[in-house]
């Protein structure tokens, strides 16, 4: 046993440490943990305790994490990743599919992978999901914390060693109110497309990453009239008339497309893919195998019968 092992605590300790750097504030993480705060505070200070050095510094209400807090919180998710992993292992050796999938997806795979997790989950019943979505920014910075089985993504980042898994096409379309004029018209122009006002979805969305790369590669810009952070908020703004757009035709789907119309427009749709992305450094628990191979065999077909694809 080394000497650090003699001193830290419990699991509970690591459990406590993790929770708080995940949310970043001692509150947060004693709600999440249904623990009061003072009993938080105390697991704490013990773990600052056993390694001889503070975890954080509090600068206003921030929690900055000290380098030595830092090393901490990387073995503690180590740590608890093999309990998890061995959790898993044991129920796998009873023949169990149980435990958690945690993924993480872009806010435009949200029209689709709760559909795809329905009838996953009606197949795995004892499995649990916890399912974050971000923008592809956001959920590119959350890869930093290695917590996730799966991210979901069109345009995974290139400086991340990923296994990529890609499972369904995803087109982005230009979309207008029902009465526009565009709308009806064959072939029309990309240059007279870009002419209209143009809703785009904010830095860091991967939607914009993909038409800002396609309209560079074609050397057109659109003239953009407003920028909005949401696939639902653009929609409703095409519809009110405020100006054209380009979205995943997911976000379309479910009656979603109510008021509003595809153009038929020249080197449009840009034609893009939906990863499944992991982590090469982390080890695939049985659950996530079992989801990787569930959407391999079933997902096409459950997006079908849907009405996804
Ligand atoms: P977004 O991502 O929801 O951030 O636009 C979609 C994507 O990665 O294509």
């Known amino acids: 046993m080394s000497r650090l092992q003699a001193r830290i605590g419990t699991l509970r300790q690591l459990e406590i440490l993790l929770a708080v750097y995940q949310t970043g504030s001692v509150t947060a993480a004693s709600k999440q943990l249904f623990l009061t705060q003072p009993t ?6 013990k773990l600052a305790d056993a ?21 901490v919180v990387k073995t503690a998710r180590e740590v608890l990743d093999c309990f998890e992993r061995l959790d898993m ?39 649990d999901v916890e399912f974050k979505v971000g923008n592809r920014q956001q959920i590119i910075d959350r890869m930093a914390t290695g917590e996730d089985d799966f991210y979901v993504f069109s345009h995974p980042p290139k400086n991340r060693d990923l296994d990529l898994h890609e499972f369904l096409p995803n087109p982005l379309v230009a979309i207008a109110k029902t009465d526009h004029p565009l709308a009806g018209r064959d072939n029309i122009p990309l240059q007279t497309f870009c002419e209209e006002p143009f809703l ?41 008339g405020l100006g054209v757009s380009i979205l995943s035709s997911h976000t379309l789907a ?17 034609m893009t893919k939906w990863y499944l992305a992991s982590l090469k450094e982390k080890q ?15 997902g096409h077909e459950s997006m079908e019968i849907e009405g996804i694809i």
Do not use: C, W
Not at 54 to 59: A, E, W
Not at 284 to 298: C, G, K, N, P, Q
């Open 254 to 270: 479910f009656e979603g497309s109510h008021g509003l119309v595809k153009l038929n427009v020249t080197d449009l749709p840009i």
């Open 89 to 127: 292992n044991l129920a796998n050796l009873q023949g169990l599919r149980a435990g958690t999938l945690r993924l993480a997806v872009v806010t435009t795979s949200k029209y689709f992978i709760p559909h795809l997790l329905g009838d996953f989950l009606n197949h795995y019943p004892d499995i």
């Open 51 to 71: 390694i001889n050095a503070p975890l954080y510094d509090q600068i206003g209400r921030k929690l900055i994490f000290t380098q030595a807090g830092l090393e």
């Open 40 to 45: 938080v505070s105390m697991q704490l200070k």
């Open 200 to 240: 785009m979805r904010e830095a860091g969305s991967g939607t914009r990453h993909a038409i800002e790369r396609h309209f560079d590669s074609l050397e057109i810009e659109p003239n953009v009239r407003m920028t909005i952070e949401s696939n639902e908020a653009i929609k409703h703004a095409v519809m009110s």
């Open 284 to 298: 695939m628990s049985i659950v996530a195998r079992t989801f990787m191979e569930y959407v391999d065999l079933h």
